[in-house]
């Protein structure tokens, strides 16, 4: 079980991480951020990423897709993974995990599995 600073450690020790983020979905605010992307403010991108939550969330209602939640939001950039998973454990309900990956040395697949993996160890 972990809390906001053992899952940031957590999400830094996967494999091409260069930052991290856990965002109160609500406000936009990060609740604690860890690492360094070059040239990337995680504060400001906690807050961007959040407008992607939104729109998805939105967007899925609109689709008629109601008790659907998205496991991950992707963007892919030439060099970097941004991955967005909503958490859904009791103690995460309400934020999402922000990560941002370096493209050339992260494996997609273990991020996403070590995502979940932090969702579930989660403790507010």
Do not use: C, W
């Not at 260069?18 to 690492?35: E, I, N």
């Not at 991955?83 to 997609?108: E, K």
């Amino acid at each position: 079980m972990a809390g906001i600073e053992g899952a940031l450690k957590d999400a830094m020790a996967i494999g091409g991480a260069l930052g991290a983020a856990l965002v109160d979905s609500a406000s936009g605010m990060a609740l604690g951020t860890l690492g360094e992307a070059a040239g990337l403010d995680l504060q400001l991108a906690a807050a961007g990423a959040t407008d992607v939550v939104r729109a998805q969330q939105r967007a899925t209602e609109r689709m008629g897709l109601d008790g659907e939640v998205p496991e991950d939001i992707l963007t892919t950039l030439t060099r970097q993974y941004h991955l967005v998973r909503p958490l859904t454990s009791p103690g995460g309900q309400g934020l999402f995990l922000y990560l941002v990956l370096d493209r050339a040395r992260a494996n997609l697949a273990m991020a996403r599995h070590q995502a979940q993996r932090i969702d579930a160890d989660l403790v507010m």
